[in-house]
């Protein structure tokens, strides 16, 4: 047997519970993986309510969590390159990460490097290839100035970083207990709300080139305002304002299919050369304090459960 968090129907943090379920048998190409960190993401919680439920239907029961990091126990049929004790990192492409053992197609796996602690190996995947698929899509250069908001959440934390490695000047959009964070990262820290457009002009003397929004309400407007063109804005959150203004919307599915940018940014972590702050971690059986944390959207890096 295996406990894994499980929901009967779409609702608030209150439908999640940890249940009792049978073993997972690897099949072909697949492999078993004992979970010792799954990271959580604002998307689950969306699919848990059922509001996106016309893109990212649901059955019920239904697991949770893409994100995971573990040790190999068994593998299935047709895998090569892997073996039971191989300590890995990947993501489950069947919600059902937050488990003591889940399936993972073999090429959604990677290595973990020793060097990377459970909590970042489990929490990487999502907020990893998004945050690179949304700097990609906007190109930064050296020379120029990239805006980002939410930029200490799980996907904003990396992306400021891996814009900065494009030797372009970033600004970062956070409340204040985040700045100092930024700045030590070489981020120009900007605080949000009522006059933000100003400080960002005083910020950027030289215009912003580029602007990558992981929070929605209002970001992509603002940077229209802000004289970006739209094919240099991503957006992560806010389709509406994709759809109505013709802005990007790269994210994870950007990066391509299978591990590789994982790996590559799993290599930078372990390397000291990114970071990805861990605000905390939890025992399977919080995962409904987990997400109440999650929820109050003012995360500084990545939530972690640990099975
Ligand atoms: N399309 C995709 O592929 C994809 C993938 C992953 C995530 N997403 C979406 O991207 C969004 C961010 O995900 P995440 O995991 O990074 O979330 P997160 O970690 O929960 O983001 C928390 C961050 O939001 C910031 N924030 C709160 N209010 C803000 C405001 N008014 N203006 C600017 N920043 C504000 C907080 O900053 P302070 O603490 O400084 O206040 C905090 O650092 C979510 O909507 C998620 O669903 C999309």
């Given at each position: 047997m295996s406990r894994a968090v499980r929901y009967d129907?779409?609702?608030?943090?209150?439908?999640l519970r940890v249940d009792e379920v049978e073993r997972p048998v690897p099949g072909d190409g697949q492999v078993l993986v004992r979970v010792k960190a799954a990271g959580i993401n604002p998307s689950e919680a969306a699919i848990r309510t059922g509001a996106v439920s016309n893109i990212f239907p649901s059955t019920f029961p239904s697991g949770q969590g893409s994100d995971l990091a573990g040790i190999i126990e068994e593998v299935g049929a047709g895998v090569s390159g892997f073996a039971p004790g191989d300590e890995v990192i990947g993501f489950n492409?069947?919600?059902?990460?937050?488990?003591e053992l889940a399936l993972v197609e073999a090429g959604d796996l990677t290595r973990k490097p020793e060097k990377l602690s459970w909590e970042v190996a489990g929490s990487l995947y999502v907020v990893g290839v998004t945050a690179w698929g949304a700097v990609h899509a906007v190109q930064p250069a050296e020379g120029e100035t990239v805006v980002i908001s939410g930029a200490a959440g799980g996907v904003g934390s990396l992306a400021v970083q891996l814009a900065r490695r494009t030797g372009a000047t970033v600004i970062g959009l956070a409340s204040e207990g985040n700045h100092q964070w930024l700045k030590s990262h070489g981020v120009i820290p900007v605080a949000y709300g009522d006059g933000v457009a100003d400080r960002i002009r005083a910020a950027a003397p030289g215009g912003v080139h580029a602007f990558v929004d992981?929070?929605?309400?209002g970001y992509v407007e603002l940077a229209l305002a802000l004289g970006v063109p739209a094919d240099r804005i991503d957006t992560i959150a806010d389709y509406a304002a994709a759809a109505k203004y013709g802005v990007k919307t790269d994210g994870?599915?950007?990066?391509?299919?299978?591990a590789g940018i994982l790996a590559e940014l799993a290599g930078l972590i372990a390397d000291g050369q990114l970071e990805l702050p861990i605000a905390g971690a939890y025992p399977l059986a919080q995962v409904r304090e987990a997400y109440t944390e999650l929820e109050?959207?003012?995360?500084h890096g990545k939530i972690v459960l640990r099975p």
């Open positions: 129907e779409f609702g608030g943090i209150d439908v492409q069947h919600r059902a990460a937050q488990a992981t929070h929605g309400g994870g599915a950007e990066a391509g299919p299978g109050r959207r003012h995360t």
